[in-house]
C-alpha cells in the first residue's frame, strides 16, 4: 500500500483536515515517530510472542475476567477519581428509559419508535449482539433503511447520496410507546450453502431479509435494506486515540502496489465536531467519533434527543404524524431541555471509551504461534492492520500513547458480492464495510454465549466469517480453504487467542 | 479460632500504635478481618435462612417480620466485605451472584400492572413463580423444580441482560417486601405475608412456588457465602493470595479502598440516584434498607485501614495495620486519611440515621429535596476527599495506582 500522506496534507491544508484528531493530541516528536515505526513493524519471526502481545490496550489492558463480565472493565490505567465516571456512565448504558409522561421524568422520552430501551439491551454484556432465535423478536439485530437521492454533503468526495427512506426513515424500529404504531418486523431466513475445503467441508448459512406487518405505508420500491447487528464494545477509546494520518496513509483506492487490496477511508460529518472527519465506527464506519456513534444510537434506537440530535421523536419522518404528536421526555428548565442531557451523553460516551480489553490468554502457545505466521503468510494483515501507538492524549490518560494490536486499519474494502448489502453509506458501497477489529474476539463465547460474527451474525463461528470473505479478501479466503487441515485449525487458535 | 491472634494484635494495636508494621503482619491482619467478615456474612445467612424456614412452615406478620428483621442482620457483615472486591479478583468475579441491582422484579414474581412492562425484554415479565415452563432464546426451559440450579444457571442474566437478576440478597428482599410503590414518598414494599399462605388463604397465587423460590433462592445465597468465607479461611485461594505476596496485597487493599470509596459508592450508589432523582437506583430498594448498606459500606473501607473490624457478635479482630505503615512512612498522610475515614463515616451515618427515624433514603432523592440533596451530595464529597488521601497514602508507600490484578510489570508496556 502506498501512503498518500502528502496528497492529503495538501488538499486539506487550507482548513479543517482529515488529519484532525477528534481528540486533544500532544505533537509527536520525531524521535516518537522513529519509535513507533520501530516497534509498529511487522514480526517475521514466529517461534515466540513478541513484546507487548500479551497486552492488546497496553497499559489499559485487563485480566481475563472468566464469566460473562470479561468485556465490562474499565481501562486498568484509569485513575480513582475517573472510575465514578465510567460507573456513572455505565449505570446510565444499563437504564432502562421509558415512555413519557412518566413519574420518573430524568428516565422518560423513550421512542415513540425505538429498537431498545437500554444500549445494553443491544450491546449485550458490552458484547456482540445475536440473531433471534425462531419465534424470538430481533433486538440486537435490526434493518437500515435508506433510499438513493438528496445531497451529498459540503466538502466530501465520492459521497453516495441517499436518504431515509420516506415513510420509516432511517431504520426499522420494531417497538413504539402506546398509541403509536410499531414499524412492522424484521423477516428473516436461512438457506443452508454447503462449502468444500481442503480436507473437510462446511456450510454457510445465507439470510434473506424482509419487513413483515408493515406499519405505515408500503416500503418505497427503491428501499435498500441493510441488516446491523450490535459490535462489541471492547477498546473503542483506543481506535478513537489511533492518529488520522496513520489510518489515511494506509488508503489505496487504486491498488497501486498490485496487492488486491484497495482499502479507503470512510469521511463523514461529525455533528459533535462540526466538520467532515475520518470516520471510524459502525460497521461502514459511518461515525466519526464515539460521542458520534453514541448520540446517534440514542435517537434512531431509542428516540431519545441529545445535544447532537436534538429531535425528541427521534427517527420518526414527517408522514409519522401519531409519532411526531406523542409526549416526549423534554422540559423546559429540567436537563438542558433535551431527553439526555449533555452530562449523561459526556458520562456513556467515557464509559464507551473505557470498556477495556482483555490480556491475551497464550500467545506463546505453538500451536498459536503456527496459526499467527499462517495469518501473516497469506496476507490477513493488509486489512486486519495488527498494532498502532495511539496519539499521546492530553486529557485522556487510559489511551494516551498505548501501543494497541487491534488487527484493523479501520478502512473500507470490498467484500464480494456475498456479504454485499447493497446499501450505499456515504464513500462506502454497497459491497463496502469497514474492516472490524479482532482484539477480543477469542472471548465472544464466553462474554455472550454464541460465536456470530460479521455484520449480521449470519457466520456461526471464525471459520464460516473467514469463508464469507470475497472481494478483495477473496484470495485470502481461498488461500485458507486450501490449507492443509492443521494449519487451518492453527489459524483459528490464533483468532481464539486474540 | 482467631483468639490468640485477636488478643495478640489488640495488644500491639493499643498499645504501640506507632510501631512499624512490616507488610506481612498487615497482610495477615487483612486476611484475618476478611475471614471474619465473610464468616459473619455466612452466620448471618444461615440465621436468615432459619427465619425463612420458619415464615413458610408457619406464615403471619411475626414470621415475617423476623425474616425481614434477619435479612436487614445480614447485610452489615457482607457490606462491610465489600472493600475486599476490588483488587481481589475471587470477591469481584463472585459479587455479581450475590448483590446485583437493580433488577427486573417482574422476572421472579408478580408486579404492579402499571410497571413498566420491557417488550424487548419478554423475561422482565416472566413471573417464573405462576410459570413452571417458559422459553428462553427460543428453548423450553422447565422450572417445575425450583431449584439453586436451575436460579443460577438459567434465570440469572437470563439472556444475557444484567437487569435479570434471579439471585442474591436483592432477589431475597424482593420476596420478603415487594416492590416499594411509593416512588420518592414515604414507605418501603408491603408484601403481605399470605403471599406465603398454602392452600386457602394465599394472596396472590403460586404460594407454594413462591415458598419454593425462596428457598432455593436463600439456600444459593448461603451456598456463595460458604464459598466465600472458605476462601479467606486459612488456607484458602484469596487468603494464600494475599499472605504469598505482602507488596501486591497493599496494593489490593488500598485498590480495594479507592475503588469502592469512589467509583462505586459515591458514583455509583450514591450520585447517581440523585443525578436522576430516581428512586429505582437505590441499592435496597424493596426494603429502604439503602442508608445501612451505604453507611457500613464506608465502614468497611475504614476497617481495612485501620485493620480493626467490629464482628457481629461484638468481638474486635484488630492487628498491625495499614494506617501504623504509612504513619511510619509519613504521620501527617495517616492523620489526613484516618481523619477523611472518619469524616465519611460521620457523614453516611448523617442519612442512616435520618432512615432510622423514618425518611428514606429514596425520599431523599425527590427533586427538589434541596435538604435531601445536601446530605447526600455532603457524604459523596467525603468519599472524594478520602480518595484523594487513599492516592496519598499510595504515593507515600511507593505504590502505584493501577489494576494490580493484571500483571503489572513495566517492561509488558510499551512506554
Same mark, same amino acid.
Given at each position: 500500500m502506498t501512503?498518500?500522506?502528502?496528497?492529503?496534507?495538501?488538499?486539506?491544508?487550507?482548513?479543517?483536515?482529515?488529519?484532525?484528531?477528534?481528540?486533544?493530541?500532544?505533537?509527536?516528536?520525531?524521535?516518537?515517530?522513529?519509535?513507533?515505526?520501530?516497534?509498529t513493524?511487522l514480526?517475521?519471526?514466529?517461534?515466540?510472542?513478541?513484546?507487548?502481545?500479551?497486552?492488546?490496550?497496553?497499559?489499559?489492558?485487563?485480566?481475563?475476567?472468566?464469566?460473562?463480565?470479561?468485556?465490562?472493565?474499565?481501562?486498568?490505567?484509569?485513575?480513582?477519581?475517573?472510575?465514578?465516571? !465510567?460507573?456513572?456512565?455505565?449505570?446510565?448504558?444499563?437504564?432502562?428509559?421509558?415512555?413519557?409522561?412518566?413519574?420518573?421524568?430524568?428516565?422518560?422520552?423513550?421512542?415513540?419508535? !425505538?429498537?431498545?430501551?437500554? *444500549?445494553?439491551? *443491544?450491546?449485550? =454484556?458490552?458484547?456482540?449482539?445475536?440473531?433471534?432465535?425462531?419465534?424470538? #423478536?430481533?433486538?440486537?439485530?435490526?434493518?437500515?433503511?435508506?433510499?438513493?437521492?438528496?445531497?451529498?454533503?459540503?466538502?466530501?468526495?465520492?459521497?453516495?447520496?441517499?436518504?431515509?427512506?420516506?415513510?420509516?426513515?432511517?431504520?426499522?424500529?420494531?417497538?413504539?410507546?402506546?398509541?403509536?404504531?410499531?414499524?412492522?418486523?424484521?423477516?428473516?431466513?436461512? /438457506?443452508?450453502?454447503?462449502?468444500?475445503?481442503?480436507?473437510?467441508?462446511?456450510?454457510?448459512?445465507?439470510?434473506?431479509?424482509?419487513?413483515?406487518?408493515?406499519?405505515?405505508?408500503?416500503?418505497?420500491?427503491?428501499?435498500?435494506?441493510?441488516?446491523?447487528?450490535?459490535?462489541?464494545?471492547?477498546?473503542?477509546?483506543?481506535l478513537?486515540?489511533i492518529?488520522?494520518?496513520d489510518i489515511l496513509a494506509r488508503q489505496d483506492p487504486?491498488d /497501486?502496489d498490485g496487492d488486491g487490496i484497495s482499502g479507503r477511508a470512510s469521511?463523514?460529518?461529525?455533528?459533535?465536531?462540526?466538520?467532515?472527519?475520518?470516520g471510524r465506527?459502525?460497521l461502514k464506519a459511518?461515525?466519526?467519533?464515539?460521542?458520534?456513534?453514541?448520540?446517534?444510537?440514542?435517537?434512531?434506537?431509542?428516540?431519545?434527543? /441529545?445535544?447532537?440530535?436534538?429531535?425528541?421523536?427521534?427517527?420518526?419522518?414527517?408522514?409519522? &404524524?401519531?409519532?411526531?404528536?406523542?409526549?416526549?421526555?423534554?422540559?423546559?428548565?429540567?436537563?438542558?431541555?433535551?431527553?439526555?442531557?449533555?452530562?449523561?451523553?459526556?458520562?456513556?460516551?467515557?464509559?464507551?471509551?473505557?470498556?477495556?480489553?482483555?490480556?491475551?490468554?497464550?500467545?506463546?502457545?505453538?500451536?498459536?504461534?503456527?496459526?499467527?505466521?499462517v495469518f501473516y503468510d497469506l496476507g490477513c494483515t493488509g486489512c486486519h492492520t495488527p498494532k498502532y501507538?495511539?496519539?499521546?492524549?492530553?486529557?485522556?490518560?487510559?489511551?494516551?500513547?498505548?501501543?494497541?494490536w487491534p488487527y484493523t486499519d479501520l478502512l473500507l474494502h470490498d467484500m464480494g458480492?456475498?456479504l454485499?448489502?447493497?446499501?450505499?453509506?456515504?464513500?462506502a458501497t454497497?459491497q463496502e464495510w469497514k474492516t472490524p477489529p479482532l482484539w477480543?474476539i477469542?472471548?465472544?463465547?464466553?462474554?455472550?454465549?454464541? #460465536?456470530?460474527f460479521l455484520h449480521?451474525?449470519?457466520?456461526?463461528?471464525l471459520?464460516?466469517a473467514i469463508?464469507w470473505h470475497g472481494g478483495e479478501a477473496q484470495a485470502q479466503r481461498d488461500a485458507v480453504?486450501?490449507?492443509?487441515?492443521?494449519?487451518?485449525?492453527?489459524l483459528?487458535?490464533y483468532l481464539?487467542?486474540l | 479460632?482467631?483468639?490468640?491472634?485477636?488478643?495478640?494484635?489488640?495488644?500491639?494495636?493499643?498499645?504501640?500504635?506507632?510501631?512499624?508494621?512490616?507488610?506481612?503482619?498487615?497482610?495477615?491482619?487483612?486476611?484475618?478481618?476478611?475471614?471474619?467478615?465473610?464468616?459473619?456474612?455466612?452466620?448471618?445467612? =444461615?440465621?436468615?435462612?432459619?427465619?425463612?424456614?420458619?415464615?413458610?412452615?408457619?406464615?403471619?406478620?411475626?414470621?415475617?417480620?423476623?425474616?425481614?428483621?434477619?435479612?436487614?442482620?445480614?447485610?452489615?457483615?457482607?457490606?462491610?466485605?465489600?472493600? !475486599?472486591?476490588?483488587?481481589?479478583?475471587?470477591?469481584?468475579?463472585?459479587?455479581?451472584?450475590?448483590?446485583?441491582?437493580?433488577?427486573?422484579?417482574?422476572?421472579?414474581?408478580?408486579?404492579?400492572?402499571?410497571?413498566?412492562?420491557?417488550?424487548?425484554?419478554?423475561?422482565? &415479565?416472566?413471573?417464573?413463580?405462576?410459570?413452571?415452563?417458559? &422459553?428462553?432464546?427460543?428453548? #423450553?426451559?422447565?422450572?417445575?423444580?425450583?431449584?439453586?440450579?436451575?436460579?443460577?444457571?438459567?434465570?440469572?442474566?437470563?439472556?444475557?441482560?444484567?437487569?435479570?437478576?434471579?439471585?442474591?440478597?436483592?432477589?431475597?428482599?424482593?420476596?420478603?417486601?415487594?416492590?416499594?410503590?411509593?416512588?420518592?414518598?414515604?414507605?418501603?414494599?408491603?408484601?403481605?405475608?399470605?403471599?406465603?399462605?398454602?392452600?386457602?388463604?394465599?394472596?396472590?397465587?403460586? *404460594?407454594?412456588?413462591?415458598?419454593?423460590?425462596? #428457598?432455593?433462592?436463600?439456600?444459593?445465597?448461603?451456598?456463595?457465602?460458604?464459598?466465600?468465607?472458605?476462601?479467606?479461611?486459612?488456607?484458602?485461594?484469596?487468603?494464600?493470595?494475599?499472605?504469598?505476596?505482602?507488596?501486591?496485597?497493599?496494593?489490593?487493599?488500598? /485498590?480495594?479502598?479507592?475503588?469502592?470509596?469512589?467509583?462505586?459508592?459515591?458514583?455509583?450508589?450514591?450520585?447517581?440516584?440523585?443525578?436522576?432523582?430516581?428512586?429505582?437506583?437505590?441499592?435496597?430498594? !424493596?426494603?429502604?434498607?439503602?442508608?445501612?448498606?451505604?453507611?457500613?459500606?464506608?465502614?468497611?473501607?475504614?476497617?481495612?485501614?485501620?485493620?480493626?473490624?467490629?464482628? &457481629?457478635?461484638?468481638?474486635?479482630?484488630?492487628?498491625?495495620?495499614?494506617?501504623?505503615?504509612?504513619?511510619?512512612?509519613?504521620?501527617?498522610?495517616?492523620?489526613?486519611?484516618?481523619?477523611?475515614?472518619?469524616?465519611?463515616?460521620?457523614?453516611?451515618?448523617?442519612? =442512616?440515621?435520618?432512615?432510622?427515624?423514618?425518611?428514606?433514603?429514596?425520599?431523599?432523592?425527590?427533586?427538589?429535596?434541596?435538604?435531601?440533596?445536601?446530605?447526600?451530595?455532603?457524604?459523596?464529597?467525603?468519599?472524594?476527599?478520602?480518595?484523594?488521601?487513599?492516592?496519598?497514602?499510595?504515593?507515600?508507600?511507593?505504590?502505584?495506582?493501577?489494576?494490580?490484578?493484571?500483571?503489572?510489570?513495566?517492561?509488558?508496556?510499551?512506554?
Amino acid at each position: 500500500m502506498t501512503a498518500l500522506r502528502v496528497l492529503l496534507t495538501l488538499l486539506w491544508a487550507a482548513g479543517p483536515s482529515l488529519a484532525d484528531s477528534p481528540l486533544t493530541v500532544v505533537p509527536r516528536t520525531a524521535q516518537e515517530t522513529a519509535r513507533i515505526i520501530a516497534v509498529t513493524t511487522l514480526t517475521r519471526d514466529f517461534t515466540k510472542a513478541e513484546a507487548f502481545e500479551a497486552k492488546p490496550a497496553g497499559a489499559a489492558t485487563v485480566r481475563q475476567r472468566p464469566g460473562t463480565d470479561a468485556f465490562s472493565q474499565y481501562s486498568a490505567n484509569m485513575p480513582f477519581e475517573r472510575q465514578m465516571n !465510567f460507573n456513572l456512565g455505565n449505570a446510565l448504558f444499563t437504564k432502562s428509559w421509558v415512555a413519557a409522561p412518566a413519574s420518573t421524568l430524568a428516565s422518560d422520552g423513550l421512542g415513540p419508535l !425505538f429498537n431498545a430501551r437500554a *444500549c445494553q439491551d *443491544c450491546h449485550l =454484556k458490552d458484547g456482540r449482539g445475536h440473531v433471534p432465535a425462531p419465534g424470538e #423478536t430481533a433486538v440486537s439485530l435490526f434493518l437500515r433503511l435508506s433510499v438513493p437521492g438528496g445531497d451529498a454533503p459540503a466538502g466530501i468526495k465520492d459521497w453516495i447520496a441517499t436518504i431515509p427512506e420516506p415513510v420509516y426513515g432511517g431504520q426499522l424500529q420494531n417497538f413504539s410507546t402506546p398509541d403509536v404504531s410499531a414499524e412492522g418486523r424484521m423477516a428473516l431466513t436461512y /438457506t443452508e450453502q454447503p462449502v468444500q475445503m481442503n480436507g473437510e467441508t462446511a456450510s454457510l448459512r445465507v439470510p434473506q431479509y424482509a419487513v413483515m406487518k408493515a406499519g405505515y405505508a408500503a416500503l418505497s420500491p427503491a428501499v435498500m435494506i441493510s441488516p446491523r447487528i450490535a459490535p462489541q464494545m471492547i477498546g473503542l477509546g483506543l481506535l478513537e486515540a489511533i492518529a488520522p494520518d496513520d489510518i489515511l496513509a494506509r488508503q489505496d483506492p487504486d491498488d /497501486t502496489d498490485g496487492d488486491g487490496i484497495s482499502g479507503r477511508a470512510s469521511i463523514v460529518p461529525s455533528a459533535q465536531m462540526g466538520q467532515p472527519m475520518l470516520g471510524r465506527f459502525g460497521l461502514k464506519a459511518g461515525s466519526a467519533t464515539i460521542m458520534d456513534q453514541s448520540a446517534a444510537a440514542f435517537s434512531g434506537d431509542m428516540g431519545l434527543s /441529545t445535544t447532537l440530535h436534538s429531535d425528541p421523536w427521534g427517527d420518526c419522518t414527517a408522514a409519522q &404524524t401519531a409519532c411526531h404528536a406523542a409526549p416526549n421526555g423534554q422540559e423546559t428548565g429540567l436537563r438542558d431541555g433535551l431527553e439526555v442531557d449533555r452530562e449523561s451523553l459526556d458520562l456513556v460516551t467515557f464509559y464507551a471509551r473505557n470498556l477495556a480489553v482483555p490480556e491475551r490468554r497464550n500467545p506463546g502457545d505453538p500451536t498459536v504461534l503456527q496459526g499467527k505466521r499462517v495469518f501473516y503468510d497469506l496476507g490477513c494483515t493488509g486489512c486486519h492492520t495488527p498494532k498502532y501507538v495511539t496519539d499521546r492524549l492530553q486529557d485522556q490518560p487510559e489511551q494516551s500513547f498505548q501501543l494497541i494490536w487491534p488487527y484493523t486499519d479501520l478502512l473500507l474494502h470490498d467484500m464480494g458480492p456475498g456479504l454485499a448489502d447493497h446499501r450505499p453509506e456515504g464513500r462506502a458501497t454497497g459491497q463496502e464495510w469497514k474492516t472490524p477489529p479482532l482484539w477480543g474476539i477469542g472471548l465472544t463465547s464466553q462474554v455472550s454465549g454464541h #460465536t456470530e460474527f460479521l455484520h449480521d451474525g449470519r457466520a456461526r463461528n471464525l471459520l464460516e466469517a473467514i469463508l464469507w470473505h470475497g472481494g478483495e479478501a477473496q484470495a485470502q479466503r481461498d488461500a485458507v480453504a486450501a490449507l492443509p487441515k492443521p494449519d487451518r485449525a492453527a489459524l483459528i487458535a490464533y483468532l481464539e487467542s486474540l | 479460632m482467631h483468639l490468640s491472634l485477636i488478643a495478640a494484635f489488640a495488644c500491639s494495636a493499643m498499645a504501640l500504635p506507632v510501631l512499624a508494621a512490616d507488610p506481612a503482619q498487615v497482610a495477615q491482619t487483612y486476611v484475618s478481618i476478611g475471614a471474619a467478615t465473610f464468616g459473619d456474612a455466612l452466620i448471618t445467612a =444461615k440465621a436468615l435462612q432459619t427465619a425463612v424456614d420458619g415464615l413458610i412452615a408457619n406464615p403471619s406478620e411475626a414470621t415475617l417480620a423476623t425474616a425481614r428483621a434477619a435479612w436487614i442482620a445480614a447485610r452489615p457483615s457482607y457490606t462491610q466485605g465489600e472493600a !475486599f472486591r476490588f483488587g481481589n479478583p475471587i470477591v469481584d468475579d463472585w459479587e455479581g451472584r450475590v448483590n446485583a441491582w437493580p433488577l427486573d422484579e417482574g422476572l421472579i414474581d408478580y408486579v404492579d400492572p402499571a410497571y413498566g412492562q420491557s417488550e424487548e425484554n419478554p423475561l422482565s &415479565t416472566l413471573n417464573v413463580v405462576a410459570n413452571p415452563t417458559f &422459553t428462553l432464546s427460543g428453548v #423450553t426451559v422447565d422450572a417445575t423444580q425450583l431449584t439453586p440450579d436451575l436460579i443460577s444457571g438459567t434465570l440469572q442474566e437470563a439472556g444475557g441482560l444484567e437487569a435479570n437478576v434471579a439471585s442474591g440478597y436483592h432477589a431475597v428482599e424482593f420476596l420478603l417486601w415487594g416492590q416499594d410503590l411509593n416512588g420518592t414518598g414515604p414507605g418501603a414494599g408491603n408484601r403481605p405475608f399470605t403471599d406465603f399462605v398454602q392452600g386457602p388463604g394465599c394472596t396472590n397465587g403460586n *404460594c407454594d412456588r413462591r415458598a419454593a423460590y425462596l #428457598t432455593a433462592v436463600t439456600q444459593l445465597l448461603v451456598n456463595d457465602m460458604a464459598y466465600m468465607a472458605a476462601q479467606w479461611a486459612p488456607g484458602g485461594a484469596a487468603a494464600n493470595r494475599i499472605i504469598q505476596d505482602p507488596n501486591s496485597a497493599l496494593t489490593a487493599m488500598l /485498590t480495594g479502598m479507592g475503588s469502592l470509596s469512589y467509583g462505586e459508592l459515591a458514583g455509583q450508589r450514591i450520585r447517581l440516584g440523585l443525578m436522576l432523582n430516581d428512586p429505582e437506583e437505590e441499592q435496597d430498594c !424493596f426494603s429502604d434498607n439503602t442508608y445501612n448498606s451505604l453507611y457500613y459500606d464506608a465502614v468497611g473501607i475504614q476497617n481495612v485501614y485501620l485493620g480493626q473490624y467490629t464482628r &457481629t457478635d461484638g468481638t474486635i479482630i484488630s492487628g498491625p495495620s495499614l494506617s501504623q505503615m504509612v504513619a511510619s512512612a509519613d504521620p501527617s498522610v495517616d492523620a489526613k486519611l484516618t481523619s477523611d475515614l472518619a469524616s465519611s463515616v460521620t457523614a453516611l451515618a448523617v442519612i =442512616k440515621a435520618a432512615g432510622e427515624a423514618g425518611k428514606a433514603y429514596d425520599q431523599m432523592l425527590a427533586p427538589g429535596n434541596s435538604q435531601g440533596e445536601t446530605v447526600i451530595m455532603e457524604a459523596v464529597d467525603a468519599l472524594v476527599t478520602q480518595t484523594a488521601s487513599i492516592q496519598r497514602a499510595m504515593t507515600v508507600l511507593g505504590l502505584t495506582e493501577a489494576d494490580f490484578t493484571v500483571a503489572n510489570d513495566p517492561a509488558e508496556v510499551f512506554q
